[in-house]
């Protein structure tokens, strides 16, 4: 599903006409993101639907790729509400470098505004994390300070196309909070919540109302803070030119070998 358009943009002293492409999730995210200079995709929570939405698009029209939307928390002093910005994105043995141009005097401006914004990896999964105790192992075996089904592959996608990455996440969430079984499945390909699907879920279950309750208060408060960061992305604050992040990638490269 394709929400955006392009616009021209100053980027140094040049101009680069193509647009960003934002990649997201749930179609609540893709709204938010949607506007003048992005190309908004969503995912409806399908890895596989994005690869395949991926595939159809030409990575030389966009001069930059940002994973934004909400993600579950794997730190545990993270709340629903705040803000990761991606250092980097796991998934497996696989690591990408992401671009930040975000500094302290913006970090600071956003704390103002009640947001508290944090730098950390991201690791990516096929599936929805939905145990405690898998947002533990999580953690531990990557340290990543938040986990979502999106970034991964997008960084993927700008890292093959030579072209930046950027990432930002707000806690759905929380480490400590398990999400009901339901949230595998009540995502419409279309990026809607499947209410009749919860109902249902909700009648067979009774006792799942209460966790459905407080997943949704974490995730409309994640939304709200979501759409205080689309400041950000007019702004194109996450995404570093591709000089820098080429540059930054080699040297990260020649260090590890």
Do not use: W
């Not at 399908?46 to 029209?61: K, S, V, Y």
């Not at 806690?171 to 919540?193: F, Q, T």
């Amino acid at each position: 599903m394709i929400l955006g358009a392009g616009a021209a943009e100053t980027v140094g002293s040049r101009i680069d006409p193509r647009p960003v492409l934002i990649v997201t999730g749930l179609v609540q995210e893709a709204r938010i993101a949607a506007g003048p200079g992005m190309i908004v995709i969503c995912s409806s929570s399908d890895p596989q639907q994005l690869r395949a939405l991926l595939a159809t698009l030409d990575p030389r029209t966009f001069r930059g790729v940002i994973s934004f939307g909400v993600a579950g928390g794997l730190d545990p002093s993270l709340k629903s509400g705040d803000v990761v910005v991606a250092t980097e994105v796991m998934s497996g043995d696989t690591r990408f470098l992401a671009a930040s141009a975000l500094n302290e005097e913006m970090i600071a401006s956003a704390a103002l505004k009640g947001r508290r914004i944090v730098r950390g990896g991201l690791a990516g999964v096929e599936q929805v994390v939905v145990a405690r105790a898998c947002k533990a192992a999580l953690r531990s075996i990557t340290g990543a300070a938040a986990v979502d089904m999106e970034s991964h592959i997008a960084a993927a996608y700008a890292e093959k196309a030579g072209i930046p990455f950027a990432a930002l996440r707000v806690i759905s969430d929380p480490a400590h909070r398990a999400l009901p079984e339901l949230a595998k499945s009540a995502v419409k390909p279309n990026g809607d919540i499947d209410l009749r699907k919860v109902l249902r879920g909700i009648v067979r279950n009774p006792r799942t109302l209460r966790a459905l309750v407080s997943t949704g208060i974490d995730f409309n408060r994640a939304l709200r803070s979501l759409r205080g960061c689309r400041g950000f992305l007019l702004g194109n604050e996450v995404l570093a030119p591709v000089e820098d992040v080429l540059v930054t990638a080699k040297a990260a490269r020649l260090k590890a070998a």
